[in-house]
């Protein structure tokens, strides 16, 4: 069985300076790897995904993440955020031989840019 | 435009009352998923459904049921036995399960059972 861990619930940091919110997992077979934005009273947004290939993801509105597979981390990134990012960021894994493409989910991690 | 919509966004109802919510899909995608989520706990997986006619529980189905009549149509019953209703709820879809496809949501429907 998988599990995700997000390291930190709450992360306020202030416009322009760089981010990094934490993500590892636990899995005894191949997973993929994803992490999504959610907006206030809103869905789920794909942020961006690992499958395979370079460990160096790159997503929308400037995210990226790295994949670590000997430290089983996912962190996502972004050099300079905006106001506008403030949102909840979910980390999901899902096993690469399942069935039923389930996502696992962490607890998320609420980004708080402030001016 | 493509895309899952769900209805009703708010929806109150008494303790006692079973409910339903509505999520509809025209992205032409075999799967499909329901999800809760409460503050701090991420989302939990409630039912979800590979094939028209077909669905299997996810981790906390109980109190919970679905039918798989359409592919593009998945609703969800919240029955008088789910003990603590109250709840974001969020529907899910992706091209075809077992796969690496992403899943794309709807906008979520806020139940608050009083």
């Known amino acids: 069985a998988q599990s995700v861990t997000q390291l930190d619930s709450q992360v306020p940091v202030f416009e322009e300076a760089p981010v990094e919110l934490r993500c590892n997992y636990s899995s005894s077979v191949s997973v993929y790897l994803f992490w999504y934005v959610q907006y206030p009273n809103q869905g789920l947004q794909l942020l961006l995904k690992y499958l395979s290939g370079s460990t160096l993801v790159k997503g929308i509105n400037g995210f990226e993440a790295e994949f670590n597979k000997s430290q089983t981390s996912f962190h996502l990134r972004k050099p300079s955020v905006h106001i506008s990012d403030t949102a909840e960021y979910f980390c999901a894994v899902s096993d690469v031989q399942n069935q039923g493409g389930k996502l696992i989910f962490g607890q998320g991690t609420e980004l708080s840019v402030k001016p | 435009d493509g895309g899952i919509t769900q209805s009703p966004k708010y929806l109150f109802r008494k303790e006692g009352q079973n409910v339903t919510l509505s999520c509809e899909q025209n992205l032409n995608h075999d799967a499909m998923y329901w999800y809760r989520q409460d503050p701090g706990q991420g989302l939990r997986l409630i039912y979800y459904?590979?094939?028209?006619?077909?669905?299997q529980k996810g981790d906390i189905a109980e109190g919970y049921s679905v039918s798989r009549e359409k592919k593009e149509s998945f609703p969800l019953t919240v029955t008088s036995a789910q003990k603590n209703p109250t709840a974001f709820y969020l529907c899910?879809?992706?091209?075809?399960?077992?796969?690496?496809?992403?899943?794309?949501f709807g906008p979520g429907t806020r139940l608050t059972v009083l």
């Open positions: 899910a879809s992706s091209m075809s399960s077992g796969r690496a496809h992403e899943q794309f």
């Open positions: 459904s590979q094939i028209v006619n077909d669905f």
